[in-house]
């Protein structure tokens, strides 16, 4: 039963293009989504956060966008750069819990 | 001066074998938790104390036993080890949890545990 759903497992992208990730997701009752950031042997870390009641959330290059009626979400990185190149799992909070996707794989091709 | 330290980062041993893995948090957070990262990459959370209080149990087999000594430690100890154990587990911390807020998870790097 996967609530958050990454469908892409990887994406290229060339440095200097936007980067778009995408994640849906089937409870409505989540309350937060967020990104997270993972590079190879570390932990995930925190990147943007949306509330359910908005539809968008930026900070500085990295934008998420909200469509609930969708259930959809997405996180746009502009301009890409190769320190971008990551695991980037989305994450929905329902309640007391976060569940996260499978994670997509960005590569940022200098 | 490591946020979310977890001992050991890599762990090897034998089918029916016992063990554990620490975790410690210096953030002062109030709530701990474990997660398992399988094979399919899905980060799926296991177990969550709040101030050593257990709130979150998922549908874990019962040799999987948390032990929380205190609101900086948690531990994740695994009796009987079986190859579909073989994962990543992360422990992360967050402050107190609350149902208006976006609940920002810290991780640790994760151990990796093998069983042969």
């Known amino acids: 039963d996967q609530q958050v759903k990454q469908n892409s497992p990887s994406l290229s992208v060339q440095e200097g293009r936007i980067s778009i990730l995408n994640c849906d997701y089937t409870n409505s009752m989540f309350d937060y989504f967020l990104w997270y950031k993972k590079y190879p042997a570390e932990g995930p870390t925190f990147l943007i956060s949306i509330s359910s009641i908005k539809d968008k959330n930026e900070d500085g290059r990295f934008t998420v966008f909200l469509n609930k009626s969708a259930k959809h979400l997405s996180l746009h990185i502009v301009p890409s750069q190769p320190g971008d190149s990551a695991v980037y799992f989305c994450?929905?909070?329902?309640?007391?819990?976060?569940?996260f996707g499978a994670g997509t794989r960005l590569f940022v091709k200098a | 001066d490591t946020a979310v330290s977890q001992t050991p980062k890599y762990l090897v041993t034998q089918m029916g074998n016992d063990k554990s893995i620490k975790c410690e948090q210096n953030l002062g957070h109030d709530t701990m938790y474990w997660y398992k990262q399988d094979s399919k990459k899905f980060l799926k959370i296991m177990f969550s104390?709040?101030?050593?209080?257990?709130?979150i149990n998922e549908t874990v087999p019962n040799r999987f036993s948390p032990k929380s000594p205190d609101k900086a430690h948690l531990n994740l100890h695994i009796n009987s080890l079986e190859l579909g154990d073989s994962a990543v587990y992360f422990c992360?911390?967050?402050?107190?949890?609350?149902?208006?807020?976006?609940?920002?998870?810290?991780f640790g790097a994760g151990s990796r545990l093998t069983v042969l």
């Open positions: 104390y709040n101030n050593k209080e257990l709130i």
């Open positions: 992360a911390s967050s402050h107190l949890l609350y149902r208006d807020r976006a609940n920002v998870l810290t």
């Open positions: 994450a929905a909070k329902g309640g007391f819990k976060t569940i």
